[in-house]
């Protein structure tokens, strides 16, 4: 009989004691969500639903769940090599896979410096581009410039230089950074793909950046090349373009953050790849392991790596790192996701599936409430219209509702996001298409 306890046994206490990030961790405590097992496209939960995954758990899972390849090659890892210092000693599969990282990253991003996660490569790419001007004899260029609605994780580096406002809030003086207008155009509401209008535009108002600050004073600009966290809002078409030009003629980097982008979600590798823009650095993270065990990735270009590539050959070239830079076990993690993607060729599923997904998203557009719709690869965002003095309430209890009904999804502010892992079938996207239509008809 199917276990009917959604608090999996938990007692109070044990549910006090986890202090939940990004949760109302009281709203939650009351009626708790818990996951005990999942498998391709399901989750398990604890009373025994199966439920599936529209979200890749995290935008993470993009292989989907249980992959037996990841597990064999973690096991196996730890048996062999569990921990190798990070510093001062290596060990061979750190080397093999970034080297084999460089051969699927843009251009040349042949340099890959090892984190944990997101926020750790976010802002590791913050410091080699700072330090970058520094080794090429232009200290004065310290500057860095963000994006509103930008969301590069939750560290100091990150929060500063992204722009969701309430994740930066509380916590007191944050770095001095200059924000871009986000590109989230009334115009372009319910684009497919590429929104149209405002590209150029948009882009150019790193002039008024520029003119403000002096191109002297700026080491980096960047930006997601779609914004994920922000409810995936799409560059109009030449915006990337445009801000390479600038940051060229001006001698600024151009660092973007793949950390939900990349490994496949737009159709290709890397969004650089499949919008044709080159960045100086770029931040990867999550489906780099298929979310299976912590990694984070910052890819740099050849020539920046070069650049601190001198002074004594004995004392370390970047004063960073982590104790867990280049684990072993994420490594071995990474490898076998590698394999997997290219094996199941899955970013070319991505593009297969992007058409019947985005006919899926837009044949919302006329049920209540809907005043966007926006998608890229196999990326979604379902917009509200909030309601009345409860911002956000709206979306969450749509998302709720889905759970319900058994299918994850994610909710920020008043827009739904939809990322379902590669391997998800035609039907099953007409499911989430299909359960959000139902909520969405009898929600007020
Ligand atoms: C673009 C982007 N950068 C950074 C991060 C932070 O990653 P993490 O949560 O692994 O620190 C996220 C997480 O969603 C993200 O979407």
Redesign the pocket.
């Known amino acids: 009989m199917a276990q009917i306890d959604i608090r999996a046994g938990l007692s109070n206490e044990e549910l006090d004691a986890h202090w939940m990030p990004f949760t109302g961790n009281r709203h939650f405590k009351s009626e708790p969500r818990l996951f005990v097992s999942a498998e391709g496209m399901h989750y398990t939960t604890a009373d025994g639903r199966s439920v599936l995954d529209g979200f890749s758990g ?2 993470c899972s993009n292989a989907g769940h249980g992959r037996k390849e990841i597990a064999d090659a973690v096991a196996q890892q730890l048996t062999a090599l569990d921990y190798s210092p990070a510093f001062q000693f290596g060990h061979p599969l750190a080397f093999k896979l970034a080297r084999r990282l460089a051969d699927i990253a843009p251009g040349d991003l042949n340099r890959v410096f090892f984190c944990n ?6 802002d590791t790419a913050l410091k080699i581009a700072r330090a970058y001007w520094r080794v090429a004899g232009r200290p004065e260029k310290n500057r860095l410039v963000g994006r509103a609605q930008g ?4 560290n100091f580096g ?1 929060i500063s230089v992204g722009g969701m406002v309430g994740n930066r809030k509380t916590f007191g003086p944050a770095l001095d950074v200059d924000h871009l207008p986000h590109t989230l155009l009334p115009e372009n509401a319910f684009s497919r793909g590429l929104p149209e209008h405002g590209g150029t535009d948009m882009a150019e108002r790193l002039m008024d950046i520029i003119n403000l600050q002096g191109a002297e004073n700026i080491a980096a600009v960047m930006v ?1 090349p779609f914004a ?2 922000a409810g995936v809002i799409l560059p109009p078409k030449g915006y990337l373009q445009r801000l390479r030009e600038i940051c060229d003629q001006h001698h600024i980097l151009l660092i973007f ?1 793949e ?2 982008t990349g490994f496949g979600r737009t159709g290709s590798a890397f969004a650089a790849q499949e919008f044709g823009v080159q960045p100086d650095i770029m ?1 990867t ?2 489906g780099i392991s298929n979310g299976a065990v ?1 990694l ?1 990735a910052v890819f740099v270009r050849e020539g920046i790596y070069d650049a601190f590539m001198q002074g004594p050959e004995h004392i370390p070239e970047l004063a960073h790192g982590y104790t867990y830079s280049a684990h072993p076990v994420a490594c071995a993690a990474a490898m076998a996701t590698l394999d997997i993607y290219e094996r199941e060729n899955l970013f070319a599923r991505v593009r297969e599936l992007a058409p019947h997904f985005e006919d899926a998203l837009h044949g919302l557009k006329d049920e209540r409430h809907v005043i966007d719709i926006r998608n890229y690869g196999l990326a979604g965002a379902v917009q509200l219209q909030p309601r009345d003095g409860e911002p956000g309430k709206r979306a969450m209890e749509v998302v709720l509702e889905a759970y319900r009904r058994g299918v994850l999804l994610r909710w920020t502010g008043d827009t739904i996001a939809v990322a379902p892992p590669f391997i998800i079938q035609p039907e099953q996207i007409d499911q989430i298409a299909q359960t959000l239509s139902e909520i969405l008809h009898s929600l007020d």
Not at 151 to 154: D, E, P, R, S
């Open positions: 995290l935008w996660s997101g926020s750790e490569a976010a969301y590069h994780g939750v990150g997601e994920g966290s953050d950390v939900i931040t993270a999550k912590p984070g």
